[in-house]
């Protein structure tokens, strides 16, 4: 179980009734995107959320600094597609600029990185989770419905060059769409220094049902990878960190598994997510959320959101809410892309 951040100030930090201490905030900052990915998004028209309902910059800041004064961490930049979000690097060097605040990462699928990464780095973002599922333009575009294999890679070498490392590669394995792209993927941390981490696939995605035949466990990733490379065990980044991470023979990265679905990880989970509309969720599968907007943009003060988030985080779950759904439930009130992974 994690242990109160030695900064946080614990008769104010946001703990909840197992003794969880939240350190790490996922903030949406757009429900849009550029990709379709097949277990994120329908290929359909979407309806996104009217412009009025994002929170402005100045708004984000704000929750991002009373979260900070109640021991939040680590910021990381989501969505939808991040970079899609006008002027991102302004609100990284807003955000960058919060005391207390350690780290801040962006998680991308790197379509738009090439010419954001500088500018990015320049505001304050240390960190970069990029989403690459294939390494062949056609198991690229079956799993994201789109083109850009070349822009990935593109934005990849530019952070590389910026010197933003490590770089974090998230890839999910559909069966049927990109199983064979395990092995390359792996086989990038042998040449350089990124962390490649295996996604297991979750029922949160738009469009069609859940099919749990479509989900690779990480067990069988690993064996796969194994019966060409050595795996060797080298835990847990921190206790927090939802990967399993094993070097690989000869590599310079390194590689981790992320099987929420198999062996959750729940027990030891420091997040909570904000949503581009404003509400903070305590977890993927919540289903209740907290409504933060209205009153940020009715007067209330910081005083009175700090008491909501302290609320919504005492509300979160033990876990196994996934477990409970049975991988049938389609009808979750938001999917992955209006919540931010
Ligand atoms: N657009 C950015 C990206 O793709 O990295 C940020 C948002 S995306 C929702 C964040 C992460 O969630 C990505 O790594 C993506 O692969 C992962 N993700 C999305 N839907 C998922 C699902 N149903 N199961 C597992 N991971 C998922
Ligand atoms: Fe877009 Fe990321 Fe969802 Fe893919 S996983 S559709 S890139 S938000």
Sequence with gaps: ?????????????????????????????????????????????????????????????????????????????????????????????????????????????????????APLVEAGVQRFNIHLDALTAGAFRAASRRDGLDRVLAGIAAVEQLGATPIKLNAVIVRGINEDAVLPLAELALRHNYHVRFIELMPLGGGEPFEVEKLVPGRE???????????????????????????????????????????????????????????????????AETDLAEPLRGGAPDGAIADLLRAAVAGKEAGGCLELQRFYDDRLPRKMWQIGG
């Design 1 to 117: 179980m994690t242990q109160p951040a030695a900064t946080a100030d614990c008769s104010t930090a946001l703990v909840d009734r197992f003794g969880r201490v939240v350190r790490s905030l996922r903030l949406s900052v757009t429900d849009r995107c550029n990709l379709r990915c097949v277990y994120c998004m329908p290929e359909g028209p979407i309806r996104w959320f009217p412009k009025s309902r994002i929170l402005s910059f100045e708004e984000l800041a704000r929750l991002a600094s009373i979260l900070a004064g109640l021991g939040v961490r680590e910021l990381r930049l989501t969505g939808g597609e991040p970079l899609l979000r006008r002027d991102l690097p302004t609100l990284a060097g807003m955000l960058a600029g919060i005391d207390g605040i350690e780290e801040l990462a962006v998680t991308t699928n790197g379509l738009l990185l090439e010419d954001l990464a």
């Design 221 to 287: 990733i690993r064996a796969r990878i194994e019966s060409f490379h050595r795996l060797t065990p080298i835990g847990r980044e921190r206790p927090s960190s939802p990967a399993t991470v094993f070097r690989i023979d000869g590599g310079a990265g390194n590689i981790g598994f992320i099987n929420p679905v198999t062996e959750p990880f729940c027990g030891d989970c420091d997040r909570i997510r904000l949503t581009a509309d404003g509400k903070v969720r305590t977890c993927l599968f919540a289903r």
